[in-house]
């Protein structure tokens, strides 16, 4: 059995043979940190931790299929460790999970780019792990591991003395970015340059077996029952005019009856084969009892998958950009300028988006009993409402779309009030 300091001697030599390589590639950059794309950067200077969040270090990239939030550490956009204080590092990691951490999350750790110049001691992954209570391991379902190298399993071997046998279960390695993509949705992730390079390097030196695809294949025509994945006119004419989803009805009826009192309500995910296994039910045309899971989450978290699968959100792709102009608009006058944007959607998002929201302010006002207050819930229904048409939501796209999101759900009454059109559904 190799001693602890040995295995940390092992890790190093491992880190310098990764410089080495590094060296060689001249596609990828030495001791520059690689950026982002432009979409996730621009950090406002007077973020609490602006010293390290312009690094693009860590990101918050949306959700995943199933509703669980996703954030990113990069380990390329690191600086060398002179010019990072690692201490404001794991403050500004834990600064940002706190904002999620009491819904499930999913942590993906891009591996690539880590060299001898820019890694955080030993020491200071110790004092990472020690700090990260259960709140912060509770939640996480899964940490990916992205591109893993015999360093990484080294330090593996290390920690696990530390490590319960619980937490070491969410640990995944992922060798390639198509595999990744087999788990997440691959367009909503924020993904470095250097790592999009490196994959690619990979994949060219597979022998004799054709590279993955990070692209997934074309889709099949939907069926006629098909109720995820197309578009609220699509689902509409397959189902007799109706202008509320069934999908959207069945669930929403099921929680107004049985979960507005129930805890954290949206913020739980469900096991993701139940979750496939209902969709599929759905998309077949056949009957759905949520009874027979005895999961109030199913349901949520179908309603939520939903939403986040149409193929242009709810509150259409022209919203976007005015709703990332939110900030600019004095806070007197915020209201009134989410009237003015959910009168101009057009009738049928119009309508399912005001069936849907009059919902979440009915468990808003729940929620000293479900702890779902609306600005919990806009943190949640947010990125599912709206997105834009291009590329993922960066960390500074959240704030306008949850502030947005948060006073459609606490002033509904307001906002959806005047317009009333003739085939209007409520819950």
């Known amino acids: 059995m190799s ?21 060689e590639d001249q596609t990828c950059v030495t001791d520059a940190p690689s950026l982002p794309p432009s979409s996730a950067l621009s950090p406002d200077s007077s973020h609490p931790y602006y010293d390290v969040a312009r690094h693009g270090i ?27 204080n690692h201490r404001r590092l794991l403050e500004y990691l834990k600064f940002t999970l706190d904002q999620y951490v009491e819904m499930d999350y999913i942590l993906v750790y891009f591996h690539y780019g880590l060299r001898s110049s820019n890694k955080p001691s030993l020491k200071w992954l110790r004092e990472a792990y020690s700090e990260f209570d259960r709140k912060y391991k509770k939640n996480m379902k899964t940490l990916y591991v992205v591109h893993p190298t015999n360093f990484i399993r080294i330090v593996w071997n290390i920690f696990k003395p530390l490590i319960s046998h619980k937490f070491g279960k969410k640990l995944t390695y992922v060798n390639y970015l198509s595999e990744l993509g087999e788990h997440l949705n691959y367009e909503q992730l924020i993904i470095p340059p250097d790592v999009l390079r490196h994959d690619e ?19 099949r025509p939907p069926l006629p029952t098909q109720q995820f994945g197309v578009s609220l006119q699509y689902i509409r004419e397959k189902n007799r005019e109706a202008m509320i989803p069934p999908v959207i009805t069945q669930t929403v009826t099921y929680l107004k009856e049985k979960g507005l009192m129930t805890e954290g309500i949206f913020r739980r995910s469900a096991r993701v084969q139940l979750i496939k296994d209902v969709q599929k039910l759905y998309n077949l045309g056949k ?10 989450h199913v349901p949520a978290v179908i309603l939520k998958t939903f939403l986040r699968e149409l193929p242009e959100p709810l509150l259409t792709f022209r919203v976007y950009n005015q709703v990332q102009d939110f900030l600019n608009v004095e806070s007197s006058l915020r209201i009134t300028r989410c009237k003015q944007l959910v009168e101009s959607l057009p ?6 988006a005001k069936y849907l929201l009059s919902f979440l302010h009915m468990v808003s006002q729940q929620s000293i009993v479900n702890k779902m ?7 949640v229904f947010g990125v599912n409402l ?16 949850n502030i947005f999101t948060d006073i459609l759900i606490e002033h509904f009454h307001t906002v959806f009030g005047s317009r009333c059109p003739p085939a209007q559904v409520m819950p």
Not at 201 to 219: C, D, I, Y
Not at 287 to 296: H, I, K, L, T, Y
Not at 347 to 352: A, G, L, M, S
């Open 373 to 379: 207050s609306a600005s919990n819930l806009a943190c």
């Open 386 to 401: 709206v997105w834009p048409r291009h590329g993922s939501i960066s960390l500074s796209a959240l704030t306008p779309i």
């Open 347 to 352: 009738e049928h998002n119009y309508i399912v």
């Open 58 to 84: 860590i990101q918050v990239s949306g959700d995943d299929r199933y509703g669980r939030k996703l954030i990113i550490f990069s380990s390329c956009c690191l600086p060398p460790s002179h010019q990072l």
């Open 287 to 296: 009957a759905v009892n949520f009874d027979e899971f005895g999961d109030v």
């Open 201 to 219: 390097k990979l994949r060219a030196a597979q022998k004799g077996e054709p590279p993955p695809s990070v692209k997934t294949p074309p889709a």
């Open 3 to 23: 001693s602890t300091s040995d295995l940390e001697q092992l890790a190093e030599i491992e880190l310098e043979k990764g410089d080495e390589e590094d060296e």
